[in-house]
């Protein structure tokens, strides 16, 4: 004995599936590839009906499998897959060419800290004493300035004491 709502849910479920073949129909006699996905979207169900329904499973991927026939147009072309393959090779030497960078800035990076542990190399404080040679530069730089532009000043004062003493000599 079955009640109006259980009849009712396997008239629905029947209709799905008649769509469902349908669209698979139409996707066997078209040009585009052929997916749970597509599937679903073309018959208008939800991809679980899919899967939930193990015999329309098995059909999609039988379809998907298969090879294209005279009239079904390959969704693949040779071009794309070329162009797909330059990519890939792009990617690769791309990745190698970091992989490259990595290995070496590793190498350096273990370098370092296996002279460092070795005692042959630098005091630690290495950076700290290449900072302090720089400021010191700097000052060094900045007082040789001041320097110069003193002796110009002496320079130019020299000059003006020396005018006035010729003014004053050729006076008396």
Not at 40 to 59: E, N, S
Not at 133 to 151: P, Y
């Amino acid at each position: 004995m079955t009640t109006p709502m259980t009849d009712g849910r396997r008239a629905e479920s029947a209709r799905r599936r008649e769509r469902v073949l349908k669209a698979l129909d139409t996707m066997l006699r078209g040009s585009g590839d052929i997916t749970v996905s597509g599937l679903a979207r073309a018959a208008r169900v939800d991809r679980t009906f899919l899967y939930r329904h193990r015999d329309l499973l098995a059909r999609v991927h039988a379809a998907a499998a298969t090879p294209p026939e005279e009239g079904r147009v390959a969704a693949v072309s040779r071009a794309s897959l070329q162009t797909d393959l330059a990519n890939a090779l792009e990617r690769n030497k791309r990745l190698g060419s970091r992989v490259r960078q990595l290995e070496k800035c590793l190498s350096q990076s273990l370098g370092e800290a296996a002279w460092a542990e070795s005692g042959l190399g630098a005091p630690a404080d290495i950076d700290q004493l290449q900072r302090r040679i720089t400021l010191l530069e700097q000052d060094l730089a900045d007082t040789r300035g001041q320097l110069e532009e003193r002796t110009e000043e002496l320079d130019a004062a020299r000059a003006a004491n020396r005018e006035l003493t010729r003014a004053l000599n050729q006076r008396g």
